[in-house]
């Protein structure tokens, strides 16, 4: 059975920083995609960065570039998203999900499974 598990979120101040983890079973991580997607408070969810199942070929969101980084550690089997210069528009439920047509990412694309969320809040 897939599973994803989100951890790392919390309270940050606007230009902190935190890294949200995403640990993942059930399935080959070779195969599948992991895209990082985030909902705010009557907001559509959308989507902030992907990384393909090689972990080659990652994909950012053009609000978020040059301030996220999508990463992983195979051997634990885990997706990182290092948030950097943290903006209150950041604040918002984070999700990770997981896409068995792993050759590739999408941003916002259609993915299999969801982990719970993890909120982050950044507010002075």
């Known amino acids: 059975q897939q599973q994803l598990v989100e951890s790392g979120g919390g309270l940050a101040q606007p230009g902190g920083s935190l890294r949200l983890s995403c640990v993942t079973s059930?399935?080959?991580?070779?195969?599948?995609?992991i895209g990082w997607f985030r909902q705010a408070p009557g907001k559509e969810r959308e989507g902030v960065s992907c990384?393909?199942?090689?972990?080659?070929?990652?994909h950012y969101a053009d609000s978020v570039k040059g301030r996220l980084t999508i990463s992983r550690d195979k051997a634990k089997r885990t997706v990182f998203l290092e948030m950097n210069d943290l903006k209150p528009e950041d604040t918002a439920v984070y999700y990770c999900?997981?896409?068995?047509?792993?050759?590739?990412?999408?941003?916002?694309?259609?993915?299999?499974?969801w982990g719970q969320g993890t909120q982050v809040t950044v507010s002075s």
């Open positions: 999900a997981a896409d068995p047509k792993g050759y590739d990412c999408y941003v916002g694309g259609i993915y299999d499974y």
């Open positions: 059930g399935f080959t991580m070779d195969y599948y995609a």
């Open positions: 990384i393909s199942g090689s972990g080659e070929i990652t």
